[in-house]
């Protein structure tokens, strides 16, 4: 009894000293094997979480980048009205704002081959289903930054000079807001995402923690207990020694 209640004792040391009651699978062989699970998906959730956060910020530089494009967009169609005005306007005139309606092109096709996160390019077409394994199974979201290529904006031949129609502008804009709808709308499924993550993993570390971590004032107590026991085991054992020494001592007198 007395070896029993010393490696009781000690194991409640332990479990104080260390935070964890559940030390090996001698502690409970099943709390064990739910706790590992536990944390697996409680690891998952949080990578999945942080996932989803680089998913909007990739969803954040496209759209900062759309914005640009937008303004570009709307400059031409300014010009492009303008330069309708042929009451007043040479050839002249229309070539000058041609040349910015250029240098307004070049400069959305810099945007769009050039807008990157982490080295991927995000606005030429060439990444249109991005995975992002958001979910603690791996699974998650496959994004769509977009295509604003001057050939996928339909205005690489914009030309005032010539015969246009300001509809090519106006469609080109059409195509922004809707490409600029969708990163909205994958951005709002991604806080949700996010948020998800962020509540099943305090949940399940909470319920972990109730499974796992030592409870520091009952663990004192059943320390304290076991204390007490084995000090009374020990005077009750000396005691009874101690009555045999008085009996022999009478039988030899």
Not at 4 to 15: D, H, L
Not at 114 to 130: H, I, V
Request: charged share 25%; glycine share 8%.
């Amino acid at each position: 009894m007395s070896n029993v209640a010393g490696i009781s004792g000690s194991n409640y040391y332990s479990q104080i000293a260390s935070g964890t009651k559940l030390q090996s699978a001698a502690d409970g062989a099943a709390e064990l094997g739910i706790v590992e699970k536990e944390i697996s998906q409680i690891n998952g959730y949080n990578v999945g979480e942080r996932n989803a956060e680089d998913g909007k910020s990739a969803l954040n530089v496209a759209d900062g980048a759309m914005s640009g494009v937008a303004d570009s967009l709307q400059r031409i169609r300014e010009l492009a009205v303008q330069a309708s005005n042929t009451a007043v306007l040479s050839d002249t005139d229309r070539q000058a704002i041609q040349y910015e309606v250029d240098q307004l092109k070049q400069g959305i096709s810099d945007i769009a081959n050039n807008t990157e996160f982490n080295t991927k390019k995000l606005l030429d077409g060439s990444n249109d289903n991005m995975h992002i394994a958001s979910n603690a199974d791996g699974s998650g979201h496959d994004l769509n930054t977009g295509n604003l290529t001057l050939e996928s904006l339909g205005i690489q031949d914009f030309d005032v000079t010539k015969d246009f129609s300001l509809k090519t502008i106006d469609d080109a804009l059409d195509k922004l807001s809707s490409e600029r709808s969708s990163i909205g709308a994958q951005s709002n499924a991604l806080d949700f995402t996010i948020g998800y993550n962020t509540q099943t993993s305090y949940n399940l570390t909470a319920a972990t923690s109730r499974m796992k971590d030592t409870d520091i004032a009952k663990a004192v107590s059943e320390s304290d207990k076991q204390n007490i026991l084995q000090t009374y085991r020990f005077i009750m054992q000396k005691r009874q020694q101690d009555d045999e020494r008085r009996k022999l001592s009478v039988f030899y007198m």
